[in-house]
């Protein structure tokens, strides 16, 4: 088991702090993230949890858009094999990661910025290992190259979320 | 509709699996339910399993959602650590006592921020997991409790704490110096104790003898920790200053001892104006003026006095009672009540001759003169004291002040000081220890010695050079013509006291003996100063002045007078002293308040705490240093140095926290919410329900009883609940298996089963039905963890008797390697060295031994613990094992009407078992409650729904505080501030706890207000509190879904706490996310589908019997389809049960009474040949299969009860000899020749042998014929029962019959244990047998010849019976498949039908309204038929009992102008929801959709969107997680 670090790098402030989206299943990991939470376990702040009702709701289009708004990884994360709420919502899941890597790979991102994680509502110590071995990760990759401030750039003259 | 007089409400006891079960099926049917469990949370046994056989499914994932169901459910009351404790009335109208035991911690108010944990001082073992933890005395029981709230566990009081007359809070204080909170330690003694300082050094501390530490080693040393605590607390110490005045009374108190301080700071705290008045110039009384500086320093004194005073105590030195003022004046001068402390202050005088002599002085005065040295009191002391420099003292007296004077005669430079007194050593009345510290300084003793005389010489007039008296100071020049003392003449003291134990004492004369001195001071005895007596008006005296008070009140004969300390009692304690001052207190308080002065007080001091079964390392206790007695007799340097910090602290880990909880009260400090009350009391709560329903579960053995096996003992054998602690990922060891003796590893792992199971010696004659499967998941959880691993099942028969168990060993033993060894385990030594531990047990006839790592005991299932008095209460029988008592036929009824018993308290069972029976129980409940249904529970009602959708988006957020969890770590008002600014915001705030109850009705007036129309609440997870929001919405007339919460404490202020810079951006982060998707929000509504309240049920056999009966009990219609023409099912061709009862009786009594059913409409020899609609409105085609007639029956529930029959063998001669027959024909047979009818039915009957009246002489029976075979890998559950049933049948017809049992596992669970014992006791021969060398049969010259290897011995074994009777399998019925496809409901490879979950869902289907019951499911006996079918009526009736349904919220929807219809919904859908309508595009139904989003994940053309989940919405969750902020 990887150790759970208390902040993302040692020493001194880091240039680099990944940002990365988890898609939480209501039933599994997002209790777990709860579960680490009443744990007090500590892992980087470098997580944003969107909760869905299942990991087989999370299609490709909304891992791309992840992406496309500046993430630098992201990753699902469903029940264990076996164990979803809605029988094979999972396994769903896991395929379409799988093909998204591939586009990723294609399209010049990295498929390692994606990744699929299994894990059960009573793990939370799991869901911190999850957030330090993604962060590790994305720290070893660099920022995503579709990053560019011309994208929020974009979206600001669109109005979108932008503060007044 | 309710009728008028029928309840509808229903107490469930008991909150595992079945009762949760119970609970939720009840109030999901319109029942009011009140769940009472002693634990303090729901979730029973489950909660502790790691995973769950046989599917590994995580067992907390599976009860979570079912726990916070049950916590939150409008018609479920929850009472936690409450028990049943009366049920009177009868069935239909019962009142229930229930007895709820304090949590101390609010329930309501609690928000399990868990600060209070971070401060409680007291570990104690983790119940929860099994002690191989420990958790603090305010715990949540475990961290996904429901409800989600703290409770503290408390004793009875610590004996030191209830010895001690102040009750000073010992283990408190000791608590907080074990983890070197000194200061924390110090207030705490100071709550009872206003002078530790000085207790801590002088108090007798009769605590100590009576702590439970001194019955294991030696008592803890709690005075010495009391010093400790002040000696390294008051550095840290801050004075919380004054005590404000709240009351306009003023007191007076008249002493400024220990009583008389004690009281008044008792007043001053209390909010009155205080003035202490005393004779000499500073506060103390006796801890000044009467205590030796070498035991106590001055300037410990000095402080705790100020510290008294500075509290806002007036003190007036110098005034003496009776002199200076009176209690006349007191009043005069507007004291409301006055308090009497002034002490004994008086040395007793003896009337002795000479006793007026120069050079004879009283003890009380000589110290009090030496306490004035070395202070501003110095020339007064000096002024009173003789010079005894080089003199030769006397003391005589042998109590606390001679022994003091001695001390401090020889630190005023005596060369010799002796102490006479009347006592032996052993009798003296000084505390033993000083006596000791005055002899290692050189005092002598002469004891048993009384005195007669002073023996005196005239005092010459003029003082000469040489004589000793002559210079002693103290007579004035005026008094020169007394005599001068020389010595006391004593006389020998033959006894002290009398029989009765008085003081009496007998000088025997002619002993004279003249003991030589040159001062001479009698320590003999305190005595009033009466001077006092002139100031009292009207306040009685007993002899010797003393004031006569109420012994309970300490009221005197004057009306508003209260006398506490040494001047009611007389000598005393210091620690008396406070006492009494504590208690004169609280009747000024009485008296002053007007209220009764002796209400509640005086009344016996409860038991002590036992000393706790923990474990605990014997240590001495420390010791403190003493001065070196040679040193210290010459000067007052305090001769005891205390404890050194460390060890303070070590000595402080050595109490043993007898009290659990302490009361140190740190968690009241901590808790914002003040959700903890310490005074908090029992309560008992009285309800009316209509039925009960017990669910207390089951208890384990304690496996310590099972001596053999050195559970207790060696450290590497534990229980299988202690090895699933060990295997759990929020278990001890985070799910890394360790041995307990040294944290490594193990590599070889032995399972011993049935301990404490089919062991008569353990009072257990039953099997517990769910050990071989445990231990067998546990093997296999442990291989999956660590590989290398390797475990060994020591058993005497698998019992894998129930749905999918029998592969589930088989992967054990072949996938995972995990070996099965079939043996008796006779012993576990332990290799003292290496910890490990041998077994010896017996295989193939011989003995064996094997080393192993680990040893896992496969503990028994015991009854619950409060089963006699659950059962006492309830009013209900137990059987001889201890589990209620029931009918076999009946299983959920207890013996008294309306009762009903559900899961493990019925007899041992598993899981879906217990959620089976739960729910069959909820079901005869609301049979016998049939009227009452909806009557107490009362649907709320809601403010109509503002139309929002054309409005833009004005969002209000509320960021939470949290108390300090969240604002400890991001900074909240930034957060507020950030929000204010983002778009669509329209009102950003925060508050302490969003979640209390002001808030939400602040929340619903800023609604109103600022006319909000979506809601972002910033707090915590949406799991516990987005149902409370939603509902707050609905209350401010919003639609529910408006909503939306960002989680900025479990996800990001408790996880990021060393980072709060990242922790206040993530919040920012995760709050503009949620606004982001709040605005693009719709309201959802869920629309009312009418429900046809009819049924149909789906087979004629027991379980499809019992469950139209149930459906037309609760007052629905039913249709009833066989496809037989005859009801009954297999059941027709069973006579007995194993116990004897009448199946036939019993089937036709359940047939005549469908039969007569007005409600239930039988439709025989017909089938369903058409399947359509949904739950609430399905439409069944059958047909008639004489007529070929077909009819739509339409109905809102579907129940499967296709049951199963008997196959046909094909093996064994089975069909070539008459001899072979099934186990049903062979029980046919039996009862035919019973009732002498011959022997032959379908002409195989007959056959060589067969005389006496048609019975065989020999039979061999073959198990397992079909069953556990490739092909057909499961367990048929009853041929076992069945065939020792028909060996017992038969040997009670024909005892001489000789009867052979071939086997491969016995598996009579459970109660069915005892006909096993049974049949071996008649004579059965067993043998067994391998799969892979099976019985052999031919027909040798004529005779039937079983040729078998015993398993058990290797050896050969030729039978020659008279019948072969094979247990043939139990097959699915005929027409469950074609079924099945039709109901698209799915079967499994065996063909038995699958149910949703098979652990926690055995009675539903995944599609909705679709349940499942009887051998349709899987083989099993009629009891367990007939309570699933109750059970999948229960399932029902929550939508049979609905006129309409809901439909609609998160569900999917199709866009058909999108759907090209390429059928990758109708593919996904784990449902089977999607249709292709008549329009030719893909339909979902919103009451059948579950809402998971899989299709619209999956759909091409993206034309079907999750409601509330729609690409648009979390494609601005996720865009608004990144919006770059421009500031």
Known sequence: MSEVKSRVPDGAEPEFVPKIVAFCCYYCAYSAADLAGSLRLQYPPTIRVIEVPCSGKVDPVILLKAFEEGADGVYVAGCLEGDCHFLKGNFRAKKRVAAVKKILDQIGLDGRRLEMFNLSAAMGTRFAEIAVEMTNRIMELGPSPIRPEAVAARRAAQGEVEPR | ?1527
């Open chain 2, 1 to 1527: 509709m309710p009728d008028d007089k029928t309840s509808g409400t229903v107490l469930v006891v008991g909150a595992g699996i079945a009762g949760m079960q119970a609970a939720l099926d009840l109030a999901d049917g319109g029942y009011a339910v009140h769940l009472v469990t002693t634990d303090p949370s729901v979730g029973g046994r489950m909660t502790q399993l790691d995973k769950t056989f046989p599917t590994n499914d995580c067992a907390m994932c599976l009860l979570g959602p079912k726990m916070t169901d049950v916590g939150r459910h409008p018609n479920i009351t929850l009472h936690t650590c409450s028990s049943l404790v009366r049920l009177e009335g009868e069935a239909g109208d019962f009142e229930a006592v229930i007895r709820e035991e304090p949590r101390y911690v609010s329930v309501k108010d609690c928000t399990a921020c868990g600060e209070c944990e971070q401060v409680c001082p007291v570990e104690l073992p983790d119940r929860f997991n099994v002690g191989l933890k420990s958790r603090k005395a305010i715990h949540k029981y475990f961290p996904q409790a429901v409800p989600n709230a703290y409770l503290i566990s408390k004793a009875d009081r610590p004996p030191c704490r209830n010895t001690c007359p102040a009750g000073c809070n010992v283990q408190g204080y000791t608590a907080l110096i074990a983890q070197g909170r000194f200061a924390e330690a110090l207030a705490v003694a100071r709550r009872r104790i206003p002078f530790p300082g000085i207790c801590g050094r002088i108090c007798h501390h009769p605590c100590e003898s009576e702590c439970n530490r001194g019955d294991l080693d030696e008592p803890v040393a709690i005075h010495t920790l009391k010093r400790a605590a002040f000696d390294f607390g008051r550095a840290e110490a801050t004075h919380p200053g004054p005590a404000p005045t709240t009351r306009k009374e003023k007191v007076a108190v008249v002493g400024a001892g220990p009583a008389g301080l004690t009281a008044a700071l008792d007043l001053v705290e209390q909010g009155f104006e205080v003035t202490v008045y005393d004779a000499e110039a500073k506060p103390g009384g006796m801890l000044r003026y009467g205590i030796p500086r070498y035991r106590l320093p001055v300037e410990v004194v000095d402080e705790e006095t100020e510290w008294v005073l500075r509290r806002g105590v007036r003190f007036v030195g110098g005034k003496r009672l009776g002199e200076d003022l009176t209690v006349d004046d007191l009043f005069a001068q507007g004291f409301g009540a006055v308090v009497l402390a002034v002490g004994v202050q008086k040395g007793r005088a003896l009337p002795l001759e000479g006793i007026d002599a120069r050079g004879v002085y009283l003890g009380m005065e000589f110290l009090r003169a030496a306490a004035r040295l070395g202070t501003d009191e110095e020339d007064l002391g000096r002024a009173e004291l003789p010079d005894l420099a080089g003199k030769r003292v006397l003391v005589v007296g042998g109590g606390n002040v001679a022994v003091d004077t001695a001390r401090t005669a020889l630190r005023l430079g005596a060369a010799e000081v002796q102490m006479v007194c009347l006592e032996s050593r052993a009798e003296m009345p000084a505390h033993p220890w000083e006596v000791e510290e005055a002899l290692e300084e050189g005092v002598v003793i002469h004891n048993s010695w009384g005195p007669k005389r002073v023996v005196t010489r005239p005092t010459p007039a003029v003082p000469c050079a040489c004589g000793a008296a002559g210079a002693a100071a103290g007579p004035s020049l005026g008094e020169a013509a007394r005599p001068t003392a020389v010595g006391v003449e004593m006389l020998r003291c033959v006894r002290v006291f009398d029989e009765q134990g008085r003081f009496d004492p007998v000088l025997e004369p002619g002993t004279e003996r003249l003991f030589c001195a040159d001062v001479v001071i009698f320590s003999v005895g305190q005595a009033v100063d009466q001077g006092f007596a002139r100031g009292l008006g009207g306040v009685e005296l007993a002899r010797g002045g003393y004031v006569v008070a109420d012994k309970v009140t300490l009221a005197t004969a004057r009306q508003g007078v209260f006398a506490c300390g040494d001047i009611v009692s007389g000598p005393g304690s210091v620690v008396g002293a406070i006492a009494s001052g504590h208690e004169a207190a609280e009747s000024v308080r009485r008296y002053l308040d007007g209220v009764d002065l002796a209400q509640g007080r005086g009344l016996p001091k409860p038991e002590s705490a036992p000393t706790p079964r923990r474990p605990y390392e014997v240590r001495a206790r420390e010791r403190e240093a003493a001065a070196d007695p040679a040193e210290r007799r010459r000067d007052f340097r305090e001769v005891l140095g205390g404890l050194t910090r460390e060890q303070a602290v070590a000595e402080a880990r050595r109490c043993l926290d007898c009290g659990d909880c302490c009361e140190c009260l740190q968690c009241v400090e901590k808790c914002q919410k003040k959700a903890i009350d310490h005074e908090a009391r029992p309560r008992e709560v009285a309800v009316r329900v209509g039925a009960v329903i017990l669910a207390p579960g089951y208890e384990l053995f304690d496996a310590a009883e099972a001596g053999e096996y050195g559970y207790g003992v060696y450290p590497n054998v534990v229980t299988s609940m202690e090895f699933e602690r060990l295997l759990s990922s929020t278990g001890p060891t985070k799910g890394h298996v360790e041995r307990p003796s040294d944290g490594r590893p193990p590599r070889r792992v032995a399972f011993i089963q049935c301990v404490g199971s089919r062991d008569v010696s353990c009072d257990a004659e039953y099997c517990s039905s769910i050990c071989c499967m445990y231990s067998t998941k546990e093997a296999i959880i442990a291989r999956e963890h660590d590989p290398d691993i390797n475990v060994t099942i020591f058993y005497l028969d698998i019992r894998a008797y129930g749905k999918n168990f029998d592969r589930y060993v088989e992967s054990a033993r072949e996938t995972y390697g995990v070996r099965f060894v079939r043996s008796f385990v006779s012993g576990v030594r332990e290799d003292p060295a290496t910890r490990n531990l041998i077994i010896t047990y017996v295989e193939g006839g011989e003995v064996k031994t094997e080393e192993f790592d680990l040893v896992v005991l496969a503990v028994g299932v015991r009854p619950p613990w409060q089963a006699r008095e659950l059962a006492a209460a309830a009013g209900i029988e137990l059987d001889e094992y201890g589990f209620a008592r029931t009918d076999e036929l009946e299983p959920n009824r207890t013996t008294r009407p309306g009762v009903f018993v559900a899961g493990a308290f019925q007899w041992p069972m598993d899981i879906p078992e217990s959620v089976m029976n739960g729910s069959a129980a909820a079901a005869a409940a609301e049979h016998l409650l049939a009227g009452g249904r909806g009557r107490d529970v009362r649907p709320k009602v809601y403010p109509p729904e503002r139309d929002v959708s054309k409005e833009p988006p004005r969002v209000g957020v509320f960021v939470c505080r949290c108390g300090i969890n969240i604002a400890a770590v991001v900074d909240v008002a930034e957060v507020v501030e950030y929000a204010a600014r983002l778009p669509g915001v329209v009102h950003a705030e925060e508050s302490i706890y969003t979640c209390s109850q002001d808030s939400l009705k602040h929340i619903k007036e800023v609604i109103a207000e600022k006319g909000l129309n979506r809601l972002v609440v910033s707090s915590c997870t949406i799991r516990t509190h987005q149902p409370l929001f939603r509902e707050t919405l609905r209350e401010a007339g919003l639609n529910q879904f408006l909503f939306e919460m960002a989680n900025i404490r479990d996800q990001c202020s408790w996880v990021h706490r060393t980072d709060e810079r990242a922790a206040t951006a993530k919040a920012k982060d995760l709050v503009r996310a949620a606004v982001a998707k709040v605005r693009t929000h719709e309201a959802l509504h869920l629309s009312e589908v009418p429900v046809v309240q009819k049924a149909l049920v789906i087979g004629g056999g027991p379980a499809g019997l019992t469950a139209a009966l149930e459906i037309a009990g609760m007052g629905y219609d039913v249709c009833l389809v066989e496809r037989e023409h005859e009801l009954g099912g297999n059941l027709r061709r069973v006579r007995r049960t194993a116990s004897g009862a009448d199946v036939r009786a019993f089937l036709e009594d359940l047939v005549r009474r469908v039969r007569s059913s007005p409600r239930v409409e039988v439709l025989t020899g017909t089938v369903v040949e058409d399947f359509a609609g949904h739950a609430g409105h399905f439409r069944t085609t059958v047909r008639s299969r004489a007529t070929g007639g077909t009819r739509v029956l339409e109905h809102g529930v579907t129940i499967v009860a296709t049951g199963a029959r008997e196959s046909v063998p094909t093996e064994y001669l089975y069909g070539q000899d008459p001899r072979v027959l099934t186990g049903l024909e062979f029980e046919e047979l039996l009862e035919a020749a019973a009732e002498g009818e011959g022997t032959t039915l379908h002409g195989r009957g007959a056959g060589s042998g067969a005389g006496d009246g048609g019975l065989p002489s020999s039979v061999a029976f073959i198990q397992c014929v079909g069953s556990r075979e490739p092909g057909r890998r499961y367990c048929s559950r009853t041929c076992c029962t069945e065939t020792l049933k028909n060996a017992l049948r038969l040997k009670a017809l024909r005892p001489d019959a000789q009867v052979w049992v071939l086997y491969r596992d016995i598996r009579s669970y459970g109660v069915l244990e005892r006909y096993y014992r049974q049949a071996r006791e008649a004579g059965v021969i067993f043998v067994p047998y391998d799969e892979k060398a099976k019985p052999e049969v031919a027909v040798e010259d004529g005779d039937l010849v079983v040729r078998v290897q015993d398993g058990a011995t290797g050896l050969g074994l030729t039978l020659r019976p008279d019948r072969l009777v094979l247990a043939a399998a139990a097959v699915p019925a005929e027409g469950a498949r074609e079924l099945g496809t039709l109901l698209k409901v799915p079967l499994n490879e065996d063909g038995f039908f699958l149910e949703t979950h098979i652990k926690l869902g055995p009675m539903d289907f995944p599609s909705n309204g679709i349940y499942l019951c009887g051998a349709g499911h899987s083989p099993k006996f009629i009891a367990e038929a007939v309570y699933q079918a109750r059970g999948a009526v229960a399932r029902a009736a929550t939508i049979l009992s609905r006129t309409h349904m809901l439909a609609g919220g998160v569900v999917a929807r199709v866009d058909e102008s999108k759907c090209a219809a390429c059928l990758t919904c109708v593919r996904v859908c784990p449902f089977s929801v999607p249709k292709i309508n008549e329009r030719g595009v893909a339909e979902i139904n919103p009451v059948q959709c579950m809402g998971c989003g899989s299709c619209s994940g999956e759909c091409p053309a993206r034309a079907i969107q999750l409601a509330h989940y729609k690409d648009g919405q979390l494609a601005a969750k996720v865009a608004g997680l990144y919006a770059k902020v421009s500031d």
